[in-house]
Each structure stands twice: as structure tokens, then as C-alpha cells.
Nanobody
Framework: QVQLVQSGGGLVQAGGSLRLSCAAS????????MAWFRQSPGKEREFVAA????????LYADSVKGRFSIARDNVKNTVYLQMNSLKPEDTALYYC??????????????????????WGQGTQVTVSS
């Protein structure tokens, strides 16, 4: 089994930057699709970004495109989310996720929470005005 442990997050002013990390453990790291989701109180879980097994393909939500970037280091067994030009509406609980099997990197599979088998514990990101 795979465990995902998140780090980073915190409080930052609008316009600032923050980097989230998600380290995989429990077995040899799988280079399957990994992603970041976020959720605010009273709202549904929202897709943020995804990255395929090799890191060669990425996908972003329109709301974060151009500001956020996702990357992975398969040697360190870690995926990152670099967040720049943060806005108050980015405030949420952020989760990293990973798929258990190798499959085609499609929009439907990459953006659906139901396609992911492993989840991190979540980390709070708060952006003040």
C-alpha cells in the first residue's frame, strides 16, 4: 500500500507564493498519475492540477493556470505544487492524490476524485487580503 504525507501550506498574503509537497511511502514509489485537489467549507472538492507518470504531461484547472505549477521527482518519491500570485479565493484545504494503476492520462481520469486511490491528510492554505 501507499501512504501520502503532505507538508507545506500555511498563511500567506495575497500575491505571495507557497509550495506544497507530497511524499509517497509504504512501497516502491509508483509513477502513476498524481494530482492536487482542494476543498473549502460548503463547497465540493475541486480539481487543481495533475501530472502523469513521467512528469511529461500536466493538466490545470482554469482558475489556477498560469499561477500554479505541478512537478514530480520520482527519485525523491515526491510531488510538488508551486503556487504563485496567490489570491484569497485560493484559500482551501489542499489534498494530494495518487492512482493505484497505470492508465492513459486523459482529462476525465485526471480530474475526477473517484479515479484516485490514495490520498494525503490535507494541508490548509490561507490567503489573506
Amino acid at each position: 500500500q501507499v501512504q501520502l504525507v503532505q507538508s507545506g501550506g500555511g498563511l500567506v498574503q495575497a500575491g505571495g507564493s507557497l509550495r506544497l509537497s507530497c511524499a509517497a511511502s509504504g512501497r516502491t514509489f509508483s509513477t502513476n498519475t498524481m494530482a492536487w485537489f482542494r476543498q473549502s467549507p460548503g463547497k465540493e472538492r475541486e480539481f487543481v492540477a495533475a501530472i502523469n507518470w513521467s512528469g511529461g504531461s500536466t493538466l490545470y484547472a482554469d482558475s489556477v493556470k498560469g499561477r500554479f505549477s505541478i512537478a514530480r521527482d520520482n527519485v525523491k518519491n515526491t510531488v510538488y505544487l508551486q503556487m504563485n500570485s496567490l489570491k484569497p479565493e485560493d484559500t482551501a484545504l489542499y489534498y494530494c492524490a495518487a492512482q493505484a494503476t497505470i492508465a492513459a492520462f486523459t482529462t476525465s481520469r485526471a480530474t475526477s476524485p473517484r479515479a484516485y486511490d490514495y490520498w494525503g491528510q490535507g494541508t490548509q492554505v490561507t490567503v489573506s487580503s
